[in-house]
């Protein structure tokens, strides 16, 4: 399914097509996949719901622009801090900063992905599906690299380590809106210091990061 914001498209309707777009992300992140109606995206915009279907045939396609605009970007982001310079600390570090980054100016977007992505139609959702397991490779290549080098604990299970950032990372979106005084950095530098106090602690000193044999 091409995209409204198509860069073949004029500014204006460019322009027009991010605002409806941003309205449907705000709809589905306020009241859900199913308790959301197109009718209600409409009313944001203060537009007739007949005009909704320029941009996007139904409710569906409207889920799936705003889920892959929740993810544009995450897995280019993460491959070119993999193959970046550094320490396997340096780019956990960036890798946990960049996931994060987005809940400044697409939260809502983030908030709909994580929530309502089983609701996509099946062909979205496996498409939705891969670019998530990609994900999921690069991070645990630069834990099995940090491992391979000595700089993570011997003990460290990649995948584990991997699951875990995802899950602590994921989980954000549903408490930073009510905590007060906490910037998306300050958010991601201490979540990537929990991380890797456990990725980097002795073996025996620390509870290992390990799956259940």
């Known amino acids: 399914m091409p995209s409204v914001r198509s860069r073949a498209a004029p500014p204006r309707a460019r322009r027009r ?11 589905f992140a306020e009241r859900g ?4 109606s197109t009718q209600d995206i409409a009313d944001v915009l203060g537009i007739r719901q007949a005009s909704l ?3 996007f045939g139904s409710k569906e396609e409207a889920l799936e622009q705003v889920c892959m605009l929740g993810v544009e970007g995450f897995v280019e982001r993460a ?7 550094g320490t396997a600390t340096d780019r956990i570090r960036a890798l946990v ?3 994060l980054a987005p809940l400044g100016d697409r939260r809502d977007y983030v908030r709909v992905f994580l929530r309502e992505r089983g ?13 998530s397991r990609r994900l999921e490779r690069l991070i645990e290549e630069v834990f099995t690299a940090g491992v391979a080098s000595g700089e993570l ?16 990372c994921n ?13 998306i950095e300050a958010v991601a530098q201490a979540l990537a210091t929990v991380l890797l106090d456990g990725a980097r602690g002795r073996a025996d000193a620390r509870r290992t990061l390990r799956r259940p044999r």
């Open 17 to 27: 097509a991010g605002e409806i777009i941003d309205a449907a992300a705000s709809v």
């Open 153 to 168: 604990r011997a003990d460290l299970d990649p995948r584990l380590a991997t699951l875990a950032m995802l899950g602590m």
């Open 33 to 36: 996949y199913h308790g959301a």
């Open 79 to 85: 491959t070119a801090i993999v193959h970046a310079p």
């Open 171 to 183: 989980a954000v979106p549903a408490w930073l809106p009510v905590e007060t005084g906490l910037s």
């Open 119 to 131: 609701h996509l139609p099946d062909v979205a959702r496996r498409r939705v599906g891969r670019l």
């Open 53 to 55: 279907y320029y941009y």
């Open 97 to 99: 900063a960049v996931h």
